[in-house]
């Protein structure tokens, strides 16, 4: 846990409704914010520094490659902390607030005594500053997000979805995509979510979407990771000699170091509108094949001594969640979920 003396934070605020709501003052033990991983490059020649800002010199350092974290920890927080990593095109936002402007799944949870760790990962948000450029486009691609994400298939939404259709929400949830600033391997990401951990200490791992694959590899980096709780991702790491045709999860590992995701408790949620059968719509195609993934995979961890468990919210009687199960209307029912699902393992002391 980081330590620190800051003077003691209530933030006053209702939430209403469910078993994870509170009339009560949230008070903010510590909060901060701090950088992890990176790296430092250097540019050949020499540096005069009597020469004007605006001229290219050589001799330079660049600091790059970096996580960024916002942390707060409340009173009395429980034993481990919640790490939230975002995926694709979004930063910390994502598990901040909701398109309509809702608590998000930090607060709720914070709400609830965690300590949450919010990420903006290497090249992205407030972690911008990377060492190998990068193009960033401005294509206009508004309808394919909202296609591919399970909103609907544009301009129709989903019958039963569980996202606002008001144009006001709508526009702010376009708002919180996010371009990548440079060209970031996934090595740099995972490092820099294992340097989060060092500070953080012993904790729980959120990931969303295409950082899923992230929270794998981090955790057979990491022994600070205690549970990872997954909402759609889109990959997965197999064994060497066990990877499936489409895993999205590049080449198998080791099994040694697969062997580390069979020694902590995992969840992996996923939404709404995944078919069963092919479709004429790419979109959902791509989500019934990272779902049949999801389930081979946690039958091959679960088969090396895991405990992996894939729960398809409709099945369980939560419906019309799209790719954001996290913020959409429902949002605090899907987390009494995972409540459940944490208090089982025994992580919400």
Do not use: C
Not at 116 to 128: E, F
Not at 155 to 163: A, H, I, K, L, R
Not at 202 to 215: E, K, M, N, P, V
Not at 309 to 321: A, D, H, Q, T
């Amino acid at each position: 846990m980081v330590k620190g003396i800051l003077s003691t934070i209530i933030i006053y605020g209702t939430m209403l409704g469910t078993a994870f709501s509170q009339n009560s003052n949230l008070i903010i033990k510590e909060q901060g914010t701090f950088s992890a991983g990176g790296i430092v490059i250097k540019s050949q020649g020499d540096f005069d520094a009597t020469k004007p800002w605006n001229v290219a010199q050589g001799g330079q350092t660049r600091h790059g490659d970096h996580a960024d974290v916002f942390y707060q920890i409340p009173a009395k927080a429980k034993k481990y902390p919640m790490v939230f990593l975002h995926g694709y095109g979004q930063s910390k936002r994502s598990w901040q607030t909701t398109a309509d402007g809702r608590a998000g799944f930090s607060e709720i949870f914070l709400r609830q005594g965690f300590g949450v760790y919010l990420v903006d990962q290497p090249g992205r948000g407030d972690a911008g500053q990377t060492t190998k450029p990068g193009q960033i486009s401005a294509v206009p691609d508004d309808q394919t997000w909202f296609t591919q994400f399970r909103i609907g298939l544009y301009p129709n939404f989903n019958e039963g979805v569980q996202f606002p259709k008001d144009s006001t929400s709508i526009d702010h949830f376009f708002r919180m995509m996010t371009p990548n600033t440079g060209n970031v391997d996934e090595a740099s990401v995972v490092n820099a979510m294992s340097k989060v951990f060092d500070r953080a200490g012993d904790g729980l791992f959120f990931t969303h979407s295409a950082s899923g694959i992230i929270g794998w590899k981090t955790a057979m980096k990491s022994n600070h990771i205690k549970a990872i709780v997954s909402y759609e991702p889109g990959g997965f790491v197999f064994p060497e000699g066990e990877v499936p045709e489409g895993n999205r999860g590049g080449a198998g590992v080791s099994m040694a170091e697969f062997m580390k995701l069979t020694k902590m408790p995992i969840v992996v949620y996923y939404g709404d509108f995944i078919p069963k059968a092919e479709t004429d719509a790419a979109s959902l195609n791509f989500w019934r094949n990272v779902l049949a993934t999801a389930k081979q995979w946690a039958k091959v961890v679960n088969a090396h001594g895991g405990d992996v468990s894939i729960v398809l919210l409709p099945e369980i009687g939560i419906k019309g969640n799209t790719h954001f199960p996290m913020s959409d209307l429902n949002n605090k029912e899907v987390a009494e979920v995972l409540g459940k699902w944490l208090k089982e393992k025994k992580l919400d002391k």
